[in-house]
Structures are given as C-alpha cells and as structure tokens.
C-alpha cells in the first residue's frame, strides 16, 4: 500500500469519525449499530446467492462481502467492528486485510452470530429485516429515522481523496479487462469467452463483481442489461458491446465501450466513432454548477444531430428531440452517481434531502443533482436500434430513414461510458 493511499485512508477514517459524531449529536443518538447484512439461502438448498455488504458498512471498511457484522459507531469514542469469524473448518477463517483502518477501530472477533450491545438511545441501519425475529428484539436500537438515512446517504454525495483513488484504481483495472475483451472480439470470440477474458484481465472472479457485466454481440447490444453469455460466438459479427466494472476496496468502475466488427455497415463504425465524441463533448462541460438534468437535455439535442447528421433522421434536430425521436433511440439517462454502489445513493435528492424526481419525459434519469466538487459520476451516452421502442415510430409519418434503420438493427446499439470526477475547477476523467 502507498504511504499515499495509506495516509488517505486514516484521513478518511477520520474524517467519517467526524461527520458521523456531528451526526449523531445533530440527530439526538448515543450510537449507531450498522449491520453488514448477509446472503440469503436459496429456497430449500444450502446454497447462497452472490451477496455484497451494506454500502454504509463498506463506507468505513471497503469490505465487500463481510457477513454477520456489526459496525457500532458512538460519538466520541473509537468505532467497533463485531466481526464475525466462525471456528469454521469448512471455510477459511475471515482475514482482515493490512490496511490502516484495522488500526483506527476496535475489532472483536466474534465466533457466533451476536448482537452488539448498545449504549444509550440507539439507531440501527442495514437490513435488520431479514435477521431471527429474535434476534431483531435483542437489538436495543430503533430503526434510523429517514432524516438520519438522508444525512448518511449525503455523506457519501462526495468523495473524500482516499474514496477517489479507490474509484481511480477501480476504473484502472476495470480498463485491463476492457482491453482483453476488445482483443478477445477481434480474435472472434463468443460472449462467454469475451467475458472470461475480461475477469482475468481484471483479475476479479464472477462473483466479486460490482454488477453482471454486459457483453452482446450484434442485436444483443441492443438490450439495455443484457443478461446472458452465449456460448456460442456468431457467425457474423456487427458489434460488441461491454458495460463491464471492477471494484476496489469496495469502489465501483462502471465502463462501456462498443466496438464495430467486421461484418458491421460503415455507418455503425461511424455511429461508434460519433458517441466517442458525444461521450468526450459531455466530459468536457462537467464542473461545479452544472445541472445534471440540462446536461441530459444537452444530450438528447447531441444525439438528434448525430441522427441527422449520420442520415438517420431526415427532419431538423429540433424535431427529433421534440417527437422522442431521441428517447426512442436512447431510452436510459445520461449517468449516475458512482462510489461504493454503481448507482450510488442520493441521485434523486436535493443537498437537503428532499427529493429531486427524474423529470417526467426521462423518467430512467438516475441523477438531477447540482454537480459540486467531490462528486463522481458517469457519462454514459448511447444510441441503439431497439425494435420494441422503434416501432410506434413507424406509425407516425416522421422522416426517419428507414431503410438505414433496418440494415443497422443486427447491430443492437452503442453506448460509451466513462467515470468523472468534478473538481474545483471542472473535471478529471477517472477513466484511462
Ligand atoms: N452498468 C450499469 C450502468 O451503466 O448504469
Ligand atoms: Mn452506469
Ligand atoms: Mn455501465
């Protein structure tokens, strides 16, 4: 570890120390127990689905698959982490890992399923819900009132400098992977092996993570979370796309890109190469002060230039954007908040908690705050050929070509995702 990152992790710690107390105090709490949740058991089996920690958890740990754990946090004094760590030969014992966090908390290592003892009046946080009823009436706490939550959520709106190295690093090795995947498309292989080529370039196992990478070929590019790896590679090939991240220290990457193969008409390389652009354009005008939902607006007016330009649309840009022409051929928003979860929390907030609803003609926005340094988010442009939203267009006698539209839909779509710090003074691309 880097006597840098290792000094940014006490001054983290620290730093959570400090918000957390104000917190408490502001909120009239003698403590806070935050439980790390654990994975649920398949129905009538003894087989666990994949699981991560609590996002308020990995906030003070980064460990993303502690189970059974409790973080007790009191103002004033040192927090403490009730690790669970069974006397257990099946599996291997929990290790803490050399990180300066061990140092700053008071760790107990508890061999079964307990619950902390709590001083005062106390909150709990975490999916207390899904533990023994009896084990939630041992817990002497109430559950976290929302302005408590809201206050929490905020907490993590901005990065500290240690957060953004982890996001840095996470975008770092998530990138190696991207590129073993490009390689992997050219060299014509199917979905499942272009993803077995991404997790050893970013050397993570499935499980670990921070979402099911997207990988499509040809019209499966087109569907938005494509969910399946086909074992099988095509016998032709228009496209690729990989919406594939990584985690570090509990920190998500969230990167796209798309690539056009062999078999692709000119026009979709050319589409690629132009949401390339669009995705930089968007990069560029991200500062402090920027409203993230005009920022979207600006890329719908983008995409209707690129439609017009690129001879999909034979009407005016200001028609595509007015008809949805540009929402059916980008149905997502432009990008979220990204930390410790890929959509992080508190996108749909004002600073003082109160909520900030996507606007009704892009409800999937996940992001209408102010940007204000510390903030990361992503720039997540795209343009697909999607038939179910393409469709009820045909219908309306609007000038869109489409002949072009049908010799692209095998295609599926484009998008380009980058992860971006806002600075003081605009912007850093976390994203190599
Ligand atoms: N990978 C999910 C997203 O881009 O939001
Ligand atoms: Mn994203
Ligand atoms: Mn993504």
């Not at 089996?45 to 990995?58: E, K, L, T, V």
């Not at 669970?84 to 508890?110: G, M, N, R």
């Not at 609007?398 to 072009?404: D, E, F, K, T, Y």
Request: hydrophobic share 40%; aromatic share 8%.
């Amino acid at each position: 570890m880097s006597a840098t990152l290792f000094n940014q992790q006490l001054e983290h710690i620290a730093h959570l120390q400090r918000e957390y107390d104000a917190l408490l105090a502001q909120h009239g709490f003698d403590s806070l127990a935050i439980y790390s949740g654990h994975a649920a058991m398949h129905f009538a089996d003894d087989h666990a689905a994949s699981f991560q920690s609590y996002g308020h958890f990995m906030h003070w740990v980064g460990l993303a698959d502690v189970q059974h754990s409790w973080l007790v946090i009191q103002p004033g004094k040192r927090p403490q982490l009730h690790l669970y760590a069974p006397d257990d030969f099946w599996h291997l014992t929990t290790q803490l890992p050399d990180e300066p966090w061990v140092s700053a908390l008071d760790i107990k290592l508890c061999t079964r399923r307990t619950t902390p003892s709590l001083d005062g009046k106390a909150a709990v946080i975490g999916d207390v819900a899904s533990l023994p009823q009896d084990t939630q009436q041992a817990l002497n706490a109430e559950r976290a009132p929302d302005a408590l939550m809201r206050s929490l959520d905020e907490l993590r709106v901005t990065k500290t400098p240690y957060e953004i190295a982890c996001l840095r690093e996470a975008n770092r090795l998530a990138m190696a992977g991207h590129q073993a995947a490009q390689a992997a498309f050219i060299g014509a292989s199917g979905e499942l092996d272009i993803q077995l080529a991404y997790l050893a370039a970013s050397r993570q196992r499935e499980s670990l993570v921070p979402y099911q990478n997207i990988i499509g070929l040809n019209e499966h590019a087109g569907v938005l979370h494509y969910q399946h790896y086909e074992l099988t590679p095509p016998k032709q090939r228009f496209s690729l796309l990989v919406d594939a991240g990584r985690r570090f220290r509990g920190y998500c990457a969230d990167i796209t890109r798309a690539y056009a193969g062999a078999d692709a008409p000119e026009a979709f390389a050319e589409l690629v190469t132009a949401l390339h652009g669009l995705k930089d354009e968007l990069v560029y005008s991200i500062a402090p002060g920027v409203d993230f939902v005009a920022l979207h607006e600006r890329m719908h007016e983008h995409l209707a230039e690129i439609l017009v330009a690129h001879d999909l649309f034979k009407g005016t840009p200001e028609q595509a954007v007015t008809d949805g022409v540009t929402r059916a051929f980008c149905p997502h928003g432009l990008g979220h908040l990204l930390g410790i979860q890929v959509h992080d929390v508190a996108g749909l907030r004002h600073p003082d908690g109160s909520p900030a609803p996507a606007p009704q003609d892009h409800p999937a926005l996940r992001l209408t705050r102010t940007l204000r340094p510390g903030m990361v988010v992503t720039i997540e442009p795209g343009l697909y050929f999607i038939p179910m939203l393409l469709e009820p267009l045909r219908d309306k006698a609007l000038p869109v070509n489409w002949a072009l539209i049908d010799e692209l839909l095998p295609c599926g779509g484009i998008r380009i995702e980058d992860n971006v710090l806002v600075t003081e003074s605009g912007h850093d691309n976390l994203t190599p």
